[in-house]
């Protein structure tokens, strides 16, 4: 959020503005859900067909928030797609169903006050078998390997620290799993090789240039495409500088 607009930052997690969960959200927060009781299941040798998954489906999809969701009418035709991405990947996945994980959705943290940062703290989607880093995406539209690669890079250099931070050796790769909610849903598998160097040294540059941003209250917006989906365009047109 700080490096799509340090305004959109500071409503939403400094003055904690509220705001409605919207249909691609929560389609988001159930697939994941699903696909972590999925890993859970291998991970305890229990059996994962879709028989046992349905009604974890069906239990996290009528627990909508408080106030519910602006479906606009299409709420049968969401879930039938999500049902569907869950499905088709669960059929197509490069997963082996017998491979055991090392981990499902673990906090892991680093410390960084030797550098004079707060804490890094993450969840980690999965973690394969051999030290696999795979982080889980729902989109709506096919992704670039290349694109999604750099979109991405933060957050997977992220995991990658605070994964070698709680083993003590590197992880052997990374994996982006894109489902794609389209007609025909799609499953798109971007490998990636471990963290290099200079995405570590790229990574150390952000944080150290978003806890001066914050520090600082440099709170100032960044107009651009990402207003278009944005929750607080209403209070960005009343922003003006506090100084």
Not at 56 to 68: A, I, K, L, N, T
Not at 101 to 121: N, Q, S, W
Request: glycine content about 6%.
């Amino acid at each position: 959020t700080w490096q799509t607009c340090r305004l959109q930052f500071f409503f939403r997690y400094v003055e904690k503005l509220p705001t409605a969960t919207s249909p691609a959200l929560f389609v988001g927060r159930i697939v994941h859900e699903v696909l972590r009781h999925w890993n859970l299941r291998r991970w305890r040798g229990e059996a994962v067909h879709l028989e046992a998954l349905e009604p974890v489906f069906d239990e996290h999809w009528r627990d909508q928030p408080g106030g519910g969701i602006d479906w606009n009418g299409g709420e049968d035709e969401q879930r039938e797609k999500a049902w569907a991405m869950l499905t088709h990947y669960l059929a197509q996945t490069p997963i082996p169903v017998d491979e055991k994980p090392e981990a499902v959705e673990v906090v892991v943290e680093r410390d960084f006050e030797a550098a004079g940062l707060p804490p890094l703290r993450g969840v980690i989607d999965l973690v394969r078998r051999g030290g696999r880093i795979v982080d889980f995406k729902t989109t709506a539209r096919t992704p670039d390997p290349r694109q999604a690669a750099h979109l991405n890079e933060v957050q997977l250099s992220c995991y990658a620290v605070l994964y070698r931070e709680a083993t003590g050796h590197p992880e052997s790769g990374l994996e982006l799993h894109h489902l794609v909610k389209t007609k025909q849903p799609k499953l798109v598998v971007t490998p990636l090789s471990p963290m290099t160097p200079d995405q570590g040294r790229r990574l150390m540059a952000l944080m150290e240039s978003y806890v001066q941003g914050v520090e600082a209250e440099d709170f100032t917006p960044s107009p651009g495409l990402q207003c278009s989906y944005c929750d607080y365009v209403a209070e960005c047109r009343r922003w003006f500088p506090s100084r």
